[in-house]
């Protein structure tokens, strides 16, 4: 297709802010975090030469293999309890009116309009020992003594999965809203139950948006150091934490660096994983 | 026609914008350090407009004050003690023109011309204070806690606070060893690690941001806390006590300094001016329970303020107290890897 010569000047205008934006805003602070991973540490002012590659070997150390060890651990399990949460929703969602759906969706992003610290503060309220929940169930008699939730990996992972949520939620809803009620007739019709349906046409047609799902959630977890530092009384490190406490306290700017990137490098790693399983769906599918 | 009386609009407001010249002051402060009050009075005062800003350690307030030393972001701050020297040394810092200071004569003569500033040419003092113990005594029986070495009591497993401050952790670890808690040598600070690591699994939680809220939500009873922060968390929990452990207390003393590419150096002299006036000093040390190194404030102070032993500690608190000093940067990073060490439980 030829682009008309009216679009032309519009198009050009596009085409110079995206690729503008792009390498302004993302491509030339990568190439600084990565120059700066490849500096000297210097205690006067930051960074300075000859270059080297001590960063790297320092993130061997097996301090902070453990410190990325235990984030991704966190990490995962936030990942799980979004998708044993957000799957059923997602799936509800798409299938509730359309009106509803709008509304649905429009309380979803709601929490958006309010700063993400100021609603982990607001959690703390409601965990601490004599936060809401606490108080709320001694009322009730269900339990006898406050229980400890706050300052804990558990006030972590809740702080992270209320943060995370909607990012599984999202990309499952545009799959379930794309799947077809007339194919899961047509496999009802040929003869598989329920449990077959579900593990031969609904999960395979929906797992892209769950591998969508999972890179939206995954990586934010490893790095929103906010959250351990509130909820989790500042003892459960994240690779987040290590980077902020490099650049800030220990004045390792090189080091900080490094460790950033590696979280750049584990995202690709994912984009890549995801970009192989689609492809491989796509031949199945095309089959 | 329209695009005209737009025009004139924008001239109208540029030109009022122009006769009054709002002027602002961006002050760079600790968290909770400063009564709203204090800023209101000066801005009705001077027409001044203050941008509050703060930090909730020395290492990132020096960090940032770096990195935007060139944008001049800040007009005003306030490190604590070994960082002035180490700002005023690394020519961060504008000298401070005492011709446009008044009230200078107020200060408690033993708080000026310290090592850190001779002369105080670049640092006023704003105020001082302690990191001690803090007990909830409602919550506490048994062996009164005098020490920081009874943190480590078996009875305050998962009870206890630290302040998220990897200097003053390890200032606690080293004088109970006996050392200094400005000790350089790395042996030492390891030993400090190995003690302080016995520690954690009694430590609930971090805090350096407002030290007396996990004591109010119940969720910690015992630890360290800052005096000023004991003396607020006293008016909603009078239980809570603030002790002088034994092995020593760890003071400091904050000062104003300002950047030296300030943007409105002369704001900040009329602000530190107005904070020296004996009635504002006063003020301050009410409302936030730190001590005011302001004697003439000290004169005004209600009696209830100036005899608590947690804002103006008796001369038999400050046996063994030690003020922090910088310690150079090879053992910074000692401190720092254990530091993350004992973060993240190894």
């Known amino acids: 297709?030829?682009?008309?010569?009216?679009?032309?000047?519009?198009?050009?205008?596009?085409?110079?802010?995206?690729?503008?934006?792009?390498?302004?805003?993302?491509?030339?602070?990568?190439?600084?975090?990565?120059?700066?991973?490849?500096?000297?540490?210097?205690?006067?002012?930051?960074?300075?030469?000859?270059?080297?590659?001590?960063?790297?070997?320092?993130?061997?150390?097996?301090?902070?293999?453990?410190v990325f060890l235990h984030s991704l651990y966190m990490a995962v399990m936030?990942?799980?309890?979004?998708?044993?949460?957000?799957?059923?929703?997602?799936?509800?969602?798409?299938?509730?009116?359309?009106?509803?759906?709008?509304?649905?969706?429009?309380?979803?992003?709601?929490?958006?309009?309010?700063?993400?610290?100021?609603?982990?503060?607001?959690?703390?309220?409601?965990?601490?020992?004599?936060?809401l929940l606490n108080n709320a169930l001694l009322a009730l008699g269900w339990i006898d003594e406050p229980m400890k939730l706050l300052y804990t990996e558990g006030a972590v992972i809740i702080g992270l999965v209320y943060l995370l949520l909607p990012f599984m939620i999202l990309p499952l809803y545009s799959v379930f809203d794309d799947l077809r009620e007339e194919l899961l007739m047509a496999s009802h019709d040929l003869g598989a139950g329920r449990w077959?349906?579900?593990?031969?046409?609904?999960?395979?047609?929906?797992?892209?948006?769950?591998?969508?799902?999972?890179?939206?959630?995954?990586?934010?977890?490893?790095?929103?150091?906010?959250?351990?530092?509130?909820?989790?009384?500042?003892?459960?490190l994240l690779v987040g934490n290590v980077i902020k406490n490099q650049f800030l306290d220990a004045r390792n700017w090189p080091f900080g660096a490094a460790a950033s990137i590696l979280l750049t490098l584990a995202m690709a790693f994912l984009l890549f994983a995801?970009?192989?399983?689609?492809?491989?769906?796509?031949?199945?599918?095309?089959? | 026609m329209k695009k005209l009386a737009l025009a004139g609009a924008l001239a109208l407001g540029l030109s009022a914008c122009g006769s009054e010249e709002p002027q602002v002051l961006n002050l760079y402060n600790w968290s909770e350090y400063m009564p709203q009050e204090v800023l209101t009075r000066f801005e009705e005062e001077t027409g001044i407009q203050v941008v509050y800003t703060t930090y909730d350690s020395n290492e990132a307030m020096y960090a940032k004050l770096k990195l935007l030393d060139d944008s001049a972001a800040y007009d005003l701050?306030?490190?604590?003690?070994?960082?002035?020297?180490?700002?005023?040394?690394?020519?961060?810092?504008?000298?401070?023109?005492?011709?446009?200071?008044?009230?200078?004569?107020?200060?408690?003569?033993?708080?000026?011309?310290?090592?850190?500033?001779?002369?105080?040419?670049?640092?006023?003092?704003?105020?001082?204070?302690?990191?001690?113990?803090?007990?909830?005594?409602?919550?506490?029986?048994?062996?009164?806690?005098?020490?920081w070495a009874d943190l480590w009591d078996e009875r305050f497993q998962g009870r206890v606070m630290l302040t998220n401050d990897m200097r003053e952790v390890f200032h606690v670890g080293l004088r109970v060893l006996g050392y200094s808690g400005n000790s350089t040598d790395p042996q030492q600070i390891e030993a400090a690690y190995e003690k302080l690591r016995e520690l954690m699994p009694s430590v609930r939680t971090f805090n350096s941001d407002a030290p007396r809220v996990p004591y109010l939500e119940g969720e910690t009873d015992v630890g360290m806390i800052w005096n000023g922060e004991a003396v607020m968390a006293q008016e909603t929990m009078p239980s809570l006590e603030y002790v002088y452990p034994k092995e020593g207390i760890i003071a400091w003393l904050d000062s104003f300094v300002i950047p030296k590419n300030a943007k409105n150096p002369d704001a900040a002299h009329k602000f530190i001016s107005f904070v020296l006036r004996p009635e504002?000093?006063?003020?301050?040390s009410e409302e936030i329970g730190?001590?005011?190194?302001?004697?003439?404030?000290?004169?005004?102070?209600?009696?209830?303020?100036?005899?608590?032993?947690?804002?103006?500690?008796?001369?038999?608190?400050?046996?063994?107290?030690?003020?922090?000093?910088?310690?150079?940067?090879?053992?910074?990073?000692?401190?720092?890897?254990?530091?993350e060490m004992l973060k993240s439980g190894q």
């Open chain 1, 1 to 66: 297709m030829k682009p008309s010569p009216m679009q032309q000047p519009f198009r050009t205008a596009v085409l110079i802010l995206v690729w503008g934006w792009l390498l302004f805003l993302v491509l030339a602070p990568n190439l600084l975090v990565v120059g700066a991973s490849v500096m000297s540490r210097d205690p006067a002012r930051f960074l300075s030469l000859p270059l080297n590659l001590d960063a790297y070997r320092q993130l061997l150390d097996p301090l902070y293999l453990e």
């Open chain 2, 280 to 284: 504002i000093s006063a003020l301050i």
């Open chain 1, 78 to 131: 936030t990942t799980l309890a979004c998708l044993l949460v957000g799957y059923p929703f997602a799936w509800a969602l798409s299938r509730v009116g359309k009106q509803r759906q709008v509304l649905l969706v429009f309380l979803l992003i709601v929490p958006f309009w309010t700063n993400s610290l100021v609603r982990t503060y607001a959690l703390k309220l409601i965990l601490a020992t004599n936060g």
């Open chain 2, 290 to 339: 730190y001590a005011t190194p302001n004697l003439a404030a000290r004169a005004l102070l209600p009696e209830e303020v100036a005899s608590n032993r947690a804002s103006y500690p008796a001369p038999e608190d400050m046996k063994n107290a030690e003020f922090q000093t910088d310690i150079g940067d090879e053992a910074l990073q000692v401190y720092a890897k254990y530091w």
């Open chain 1, 274 to 287: 995801h970009k192989l399983s689609k492809r491989r769906l796509g031949e199945e599918g095309g089959a």
């Open chain 2, 77 to 147: 701050a306030v490190p604590s003690t070994y960082y002035v020297s180490k700002m005023r040394q690394e020519g961060l810092l504008m000298p401070i023109d005492r011709s446009k200071i008044e009230g200078f004569d107020n200060l408690d003569p033993e708080l000026i011309n310290l090592d850190i500033d001779p002369d105080n040419q670049y640092s006023i003092p704003y105020l001082w204070g302690t990191t001690g113990l803090a007990v909830d005594t409602a919550d506490v029986q048994g062996e009164p806690v005098t020490a």
């Open chain 1, 196 to 236: 077959a349906t579900f593990a031969h046409v609904i999960v395979p047609l929906t797992l892209p948006g769950v591998l969508a799902g999972v890179m939206l959630v995954l990586l934010p977890a490893m790095g929103l150091f906010f959250v351990p530092d509130i909820l989790g009384g500042s003892r459960n």
